[in-house]
């Protein structure tokens, strides 16, 4: 798996884009200077980049060290902590974070899906937000990014039980026109949570 993910990131270009996910960035109005942000397989950085850039305390883990070593070029001086870990099996710690953002983790099938939505949770702080987008099963038919195995994809009715014990402030499934690197193009199945720790 990691040689999959460093093969995909040893181009030049920045496969994501630069740019911080657009559904993230929607949601600046919920983000303070001084929180604590987990940016979960954030890649080459572009959300953990621009976490850092709105002035809160970001941790950038990643499987692959070949795309922190690019991360770690496109935040420059932004003060941003680095660790690469096999997200299934790291320590997330308990209460740890005002902030997690899951943008596009979908490499992930259901078991252990489980048990990572298990451990975003139990990282937050209570009070903490949960901002999570993936892709809708109708994204199998785009094919503009995200996995081809659809019991990796996400729905509503699945992520409003795995979350049942959070205050659920938006869950919404859409289609957009997405244009963030050459890995995510075109119109795209998406679906948004923004969930908030009791």
């Not at 942000?37 to 305390?57: C, I, P």
């Not at 957009?176 to 720790?197: C, F, M, P, Q, W």
Request: net charge negative; no cysteine; hydrophobic share 40%.
């Amino acid at each position: 798996m990691r040689e999959f993910w460093d093969n995909r990131y040893a181009v030049e270009e920045y496969v994501f884009g630069t740019k911080p996910n657009a559904f993230l960035a929607s949601q600046r109005h919920l983000l303070e200077p001084g929180q604590k942000a987990l940016a979960v397989a954030d890649g080459e950085g572009r959300n953990g980049a621009w976490l850092a850039s709105l002035g809160l305390e970001v941790l950038s883990v990643d499987f692959s060290p070949i795309a922190q070593e690019k991360a770690k070029k496109l935040a420059g001086n932004l003060p941003i902590q680095f660790e690469t870990a096999d997200l299934t099996a790291w320590d997330w710690g308990r209460e740890r974070f005002d902030v997690v953002a899951a943008i596009f983790i979908q490499f992930a099938g259901p078991e252990a899906r489980t048990k990572l939505f298990s451990s975003m949770k139990g990282a937050l702080k209570p009070g903490g937000l949960l901002l999570l987008e993936g892709y809708t099963p109708r994204q199998l038919e785009y094919k503009t990014g995200g996995p081809s195995q659809a019991e990796n994809l996400y729905t509503e009715a699945m992520l409003e039980a795995a979350f049942s014990d959070m205050q659920i402030l938006r869950l919404e499934a859409y289609e957009a026109e997405v244009d963030e690197g050459s890995g995510h193009s075109g119109r795209s199945a998406l679906i948004d949570l923004v969930a908030r720790k009791p």
